[in-house]
């Protein structure tokens, strides 16, 4: 995942609390409780074992399924009965026969036949534990390499997460890859780990092994998301969907500053974050299914990025919860007056009202100029207090609050670990850096029964239901497709930032962030940065088995409700591209970088400051433009004035029609008549064309 580490002197970042270290423990264990040795509840949580029992040789299994059933008998409590485990198994069959949309994909792909093995599973369950049934279905959905499609395990598991107190992440030098600890938790003991120092072995094992070993255990769609899952899993577990380490500590060997080698060991620690418990299946009770049907995320990556920065950034958690009382009484003062602006002024112009979504942005200065910095963090706002279509909204305008306070020259915009969220809101933003209309991407069901009857139910959900009759009736794997986002709030706002643009991505940008970043590519927008050769492939919507799929309106709804709290989630529409790659999927092949970058020591330890230094390059060989648009005096008028530069034409479009055409020189305003006064319930737009390309538009007060 991308570095969180704070930015050196070239990079602007809003300012935090200043904490000591006392300051920072507390704050630490408000929001993740306090931690549990690994090895002290080992036995109530799920670990990897041998599945023997599906290669007994015939006759003897039989007296093993009964020594596993008396195994079974004494498990920790909570463990699920026989009609329980037949329950989630048919649940899954079910989910992914009938609405899986990348199902065809995967067994093509993957060489997998995940509903094969659940039937196998049904027949052969009796023979297993408790741990190795939940491993078994762990797998089955992991072999799918679908972030967006996941068993999550019961809940007296999966609120729970691991953690060492340390990160480490990857770099290059001379063409090697290598690996440092980038972060230590102020919950480190160890006065010898400290960030910067290089990683050689992992219990003995050579690091970069240790790390494919683990990756192999991934759900990424391609190998640089399952690699880059695999680090990231080195010293952070989530329980839902991850199984605990085999280990109870890790001993790690690394090269201190002096180039000697250390040898420490840690032990894996254990919390339950009261927090985050909002975020996990089932619990958001308020919200349609309609509404969570728009979502698009890798749940995982999401809740890891949360659980990190309470672990390593107590600062950061405290500003946002400074910032959030402040967010609550701004929607509460404007309500009452009446106003929806108030919600979107903050206390400074440096600080984002939404500090989880836009951590950091700013101006920052390297070799090659000044440039603007964006973090975008997320596409999942959140605020139990706030309804998500408010907060979508709320985040929409403070990205181009942010926009309209960065240099014209260039902007730099990072959204590496971003793991998704709200399709509508990465869609939305796109329209502010494009001169041209954006066309969102559509969405398509997989061709059944069941999801033409689902489609035919729900309200939301019409626009398919013709399609899929068609379907079923030709024989067609796929309905046609539709947007989830509507295509006019893609174009509601228009172009805000009119420079160019870089766009930096890595193998954890999944689901609404690959659609963006697919947007981004589709419509020209500007030069996308990888730091690895794909982003993460995750093309589709998700649909979660509690939050949607049980709130269905079929009579009778076939998704009934899992035991212990487990939940599944399926991708239920698959999402293609548009413009030239009009009708290509984005599952598995993700969005390919314009150039690759290779992070370096210095990024990871300096606030990515190479990294940044090499966008900025990008920029400053890019062409700018500006365009303006003013009148003088009082409504109606009967001229416009333009401003540009390096743009040589001008087109005046009234209410989408257009009225005049002018050529124009950089540098001095002039004025077009228009055929009739314009008033302020008119829209006036201008597109700039420099050699017949449009490069920039504007509105009338934008």
């Known amino acids: 995942m991308a570095s969180t580490q704070q930015p050196g002197s070239q990079s602007a970042d809003s300012t935090r609390p200043g904490m000591t270290k006392p300051e920072m423990l507390a704050e630490i264990e408000r929001v993740s409780g306090p931690a549990t040795r690994l090895q002290e509840i080992r036995e109530a949580l799920p670990t990897g074992r041998a599945q023997a029992s599906f290669d007994l040789e015939p006759g003897a299994e039989g007296a093993a399924a009964g020594t596993r059933r008396a195994r079974r008998a004494a498990a920790a409590p909570g463990a699920l009965t026989d009609p329980q485990r037949l329950t989630v198994i048919d649940q899954a069959l079910l989910m992914l026969e009938t609405l899986y949309a990348n199902l065809p994909l995967k067994r093509a792909l993957h060489a997998i036949d995940p509903l094969q093995r659940l039937r196998l599973l049904r027949l052969r369950h009796e023979a297993l534990d408790e741990r190795e049934f939940h491993s078994e279905m762990i797998d089955i959905f992991v072999r799918l390499r679908d972030l967006h499609t996941n068993y999550i395990l019961p809940i007296v598991y999966h609120r729970k997460y691991a953690f060492l107190p340390f990160r480490v992440e990857e770099f290059y030098a001379g063409g090697e890859r ?63 969907m991850s199984l605990p380490p085999d280990e109870d500590w890790v001993v790690l060997t690394y090269l201190d500053a002096g180039g000697a080698s250390q040898e420490s060991r840690f032990e894996w620690d254990v919390i339950e974050p009261a927090e985050l418990r909002r975020l996990h299946p089932g619990s958001d009770a308020s919200a349609s299914a309609e509404r969570r049907a728009r979502l698009g995320v890798d749940v995982k990556t999401e809740l890891l990025r949360r659980v990190r920065k309470a672990l390593f950034d107590p600062q950061a958690v405290k500003a946002e919860a400074e910032m959030a009382a402040f967010r609550r009484a701004g929607l509460a003062d404007g309500a009452a007056a009446g106003s929806a602006r108030r919600p979107q002024e903050t206390p400074r112009a440096d600080v984002s009202v939404l500090p989880d979504v836009f951590p950091r942005f700013g101006p920052v200065t390297t070799p ?335």
């Not at 440092?180 to 780990?193: F, G, M, Y």
């Not at 970069?208 to 070993?213: E, K, Y």
């Not at 706002?493 to 963006?516: E, K, M, N, R």
């Not at 076939?558 to 599952?587: Q, W």
């Open 368 to 702: 090659s100029g000044v440039f603007g910095y964006i973090r975008l963090a997320t596409f999942e706002p959140e605020d139990d207090r706030i309804d998500p279509d408010t907060l979508i909204d709320m985040a929409v305008k403070e990205f181009v609050r942010i926009l309209r306070t960065l240099p014209p020259s260039g902007l730099i915009l990072d959204v590496r670990g971003n793991g998704g969220g709200y399709v509508n809101f990465g869609e939305r933003i796109l329209q502010t850096l494009s001169p041209r209309r954006i066309t969102p991407e559509p969405f398509h069901f997989v061709t059944s029964a069941l999801s033409l009857q689902v489609a035919a139910t729900e309200s939301w959900l019409t626009e398919w239901a013709e399609p899929l009759e068609m379907a079923l009736s030709t024989g067609a794997g796929f309905s046609q497709g539709f947007p989830i986002t509507d295509p006019e709030q893609c174009n509601d706002i228009g172009q805000i930032y009119q420079g160019p643009i870089v766009l930096i991505t890595d193998a954890f940008c999944y689901s609404t962030t690959d659609i963006f970043s697919a947007g981004f590519q589709d419509h020209g927008l500007g030069t996308i940065l990888g730091v690895h050769d794909n982003t993460g492939a995750g093309g589709a919507n998700v649909w979660d088995h509690t939050d949607v799929l049980q709130e269905l309106s079929l009579k009778p709804n076939p998704f009934v409700k899992l035991p212990g709290g487990a939940s599944m989630r399926v991708a239920a529409r698959r999402s293609t591209r548009v413009g030239t790659r009009s009708g290509v999927p984005l599952e598995d092949l993700g969005v390919a970088p314009d150039e690759r970058y290779f992070m370096t020591r210095r990024d990871l330890l300096e606030g990515n400051v190479d990294l940044i230094a090499r966008a900025a390059r990008i920029l400053k060989g890019k062409k700018t433009q500006t365009l303006q648009l003013a009148t003088t005096g009082s409504a109606p008028f009967g001229q416009v004035q333009v401003t540009a530069t390096n743009v040589d034409r001008v087109d005046l479009v009234i209410d989408d029609r257009p009225v005049a055409s002018a050529d124009i020189g950089s540098g001095a305003p002039i004025s077009i008549a228009v055929p009739k006064p314009v008033t302020a319930r008119n829209r006036v737009e201008a597109f700039g064309y420099r050699k017949g390309e449009r490069v920039v538009r504007t509105r009338l007060g934008s």
């Open 178 to 240: 290598k690996y440092l600890v980038s972060w230590v938790s102020p919950r480190n003991t160890d006065e010898k780990l400290v960030p910067g120092v290089e990683v050689t072995h992992w219990n003995g094992m050579p690091i970069d092994l240790a790390v494919l070993r683990n990756a192999a255990h991934e759900a990424g769609s391609n190998m640089e998301a399952r690699r880059a899952q695999g680090l990231d899993a080195l010293t952070l577990r989530w329980f839902g």
